[in-house]
């Protein structure tokens, strides 16, 4: 049986300390008690088998009794910038691509997007879903998240970020190739994804201007979360998750 696996953003020896919901989760959902063992990441890499010494729905102290730190994977990185869905879609988007292996997540605020209420939690609840998604799929880099962006201000930070970066913008237009056809090399790529009323001319016009390619996933129209997906599923397995691991 596999051990349970837990958040824990410093893992020094001897020992560690689960905090917050995860320490909630391993006291009162899980109801692991002292002496079980458990798996300890940090997502920036770190994992580490450990020993509860101590629990409570406050915190859990674990003795480390073994550690190991994984590279960084040397390969083209997945950025997707996608439009902010209504409701609790941007949820789904981000805990799936987060499975997915994208290794950047940007929330972009496109002229016919939904508007959203200011939510000062949002960055702490997207944070929890990465980390959720992170520990069932065994992940040890957590995806980043931006803050959202209007389309101007994500293609500047995007591009200086990446520079060297392939983009890509999700389209039905009759000149956007499939993206399957698309050859990659070791470049990152930024998939831009926008909002299911479209794009409009002036930001096909700034897209363009940014050297991005469309490119169509289907024929049809799709929801903003499920081209995400889409686009971070064959993405990934272009550049080789499939074969190589994460």
Known sequence: MHAHRFYCRDIIAP????????ARHAASVMRLTQGQTVELFDGRGTLAKAQIEKISSKEVTCRIESLQTAEKPARPRIIIAASVP??????????????????????VIFERSVKQPKNPKAADRWRNITISAAKQCKRLFLPVIDKPLPLTKAISKLTVDYPASRILVGSLADNAK????????????????????????????????????FVRITNTVLRVETAAIAFAAVLAATRGDLTTGY
Request: aromatic residues 4%; charged residues 30%.
């Open 15 to 22: 020992k560690a300390q689960i905090t917050g919901p995860e």
């Open 86 to 107: 209504k409701a609790d879609r941007f949820d789904l988007l981000i805990a799936k691509c987060t499975e997915l292996g994208a290794d950047r997540i940007t929330p």
């Open 178 to 213: 499939s993206l399957l056809k698309i050859k990659f090399d070791s470049r990152d790529v930024i998939a831009f994804i926008g909002p299911e009323g479209g794009l409009t001319d002036r930001e096909n016009e700034l897209l363009t201007g940014a050297g991005a390619k």
